[in-house]
């Protein structure tokens, strides 16, 4: 978070109970969830209704935890590639395809780990086959899970 801060990257921390974002990005959600500047469908509403967002300031080291993931956002496509490129190497990160380009999203991950992982653990803990998987994905951060998957597919809303 302070290397967030020093690079001024805008962040959010997103985890299985509650999710944090900074000043920015809480305009940034309100406007685009709460101000109907976005696709107003019923899948959207429903997510907005469901999760819960706090402030930054209102992160404490108990909720250290529950946090799953790290998401960036930079009006500068240059500065977010170049910072995901030098993360140290136990971590592993990707950048979002903008094509409206107005913020460009990117996601840190631990090393290893992705929805292909997170497939083989569900397999592993209830004794399946890959052979018997199915992904459906839309965004980048899918496209391991949808490969390593014995069938993928990418919906039609997809990210090239």
């Known amino acids: 978070m302070d290397d967030f801060h020093q690079n001024q990257i805008e962040y959010t921390l997103e985890g ?51 946090v799953s993931k790290v998401d960036l956002f930079e009006k500068n496509d240059h500065r977010i590639h170049d910072y995901i490129a030098n993360l140290p190497e136990t971590l592993t990160g990707f950048v979002y395809s903008n094509p409206k380009g107005d913020v460009v999203e990117a996601e840190i991950l631990v090393a290893g780990t992705s929805k292909a992982s997170g497939i083989d653990h569900v397999l592993d803990y209830f004794k399946g086959s890959i052979e018997d998987t199915i992904a459906l994905g839309d965004s980048t951060n899918d496209l391991a899970m949808i490969e390593h998957a014995q069938i993928g597919v990418a919906m039609g809303n997809a990210s090239e």
């Open 16 to 66: 299985l109970e509650r999710n944090y974002y900074t000043e920015w990005m809480m305009n940034l959600f309100r406007d685009y969830f709460c101000e109907g500047k976005n696709d107003s469908s019923e899948m959207v509403c429903k997510f907005r209704d469901q999760i819960v967002v706090k402030h930054m300031k209102e992160f404490t080291e108990e909720d250290y935890h529950q």
